[in-house]
């Protein structure tokens, strides 16, 4: 592992099946593979598809640690809330992407 994540310590918390010290390095690895694909279009689907699974896990959180997401609930956020919801952007970004693929195709 090169370095810690902000991150690390909430996934720790959120992920009980696997263990931290094996998640953890998992799903950067996992993340750095979204990034790359993103690099070659001809990957952008499998883009999508990874992080489409990544999706239910990055809203774990809000379901079984609110008071870690919420200051008030519902609409004052912590720091590591505003990390889970600016994931909304991401994947509203891999929509307008997606869309663009098959249009490419034809």
Avoid at 3 to 11: F, H, M, Q, R, T
Avoid at 22 to 43: A, D, K, S
Avoid at 57 to 85: A, C, D, K, R, S
Wanted: with cysteine; aromatic share 8%.
């Amino acid at each position: 592992m090169i370095g810690g994540s902000p991150a690390a310590d909430l996934v720790a918390a959120t992920v009980y099946v696997v263990p931290p010290e094996l998640f953890v390095p998992i799903l950067g690895v996992w993340e750095v593979l979204i990034g790359l694909c993103l690099l070659y279009r001809p990957l952008i689907r499998l883009r999508i598809l990874l992080l489409f699974l990544q999706v239910p896990g990055m809203f774990l959180p809000v379901v079984l640690l609110p008071e870690v997401v919420f200051v008030t609930f519902p609409h004052e956020l912590t720091v590591e809330g505003q990390y889970i919801i600016k994931n909304l952007v991401i994947i509203g970004s891999a929509l307008v992407v997606g869309g663009t693929v098959r249009a490419d195709e034809e």
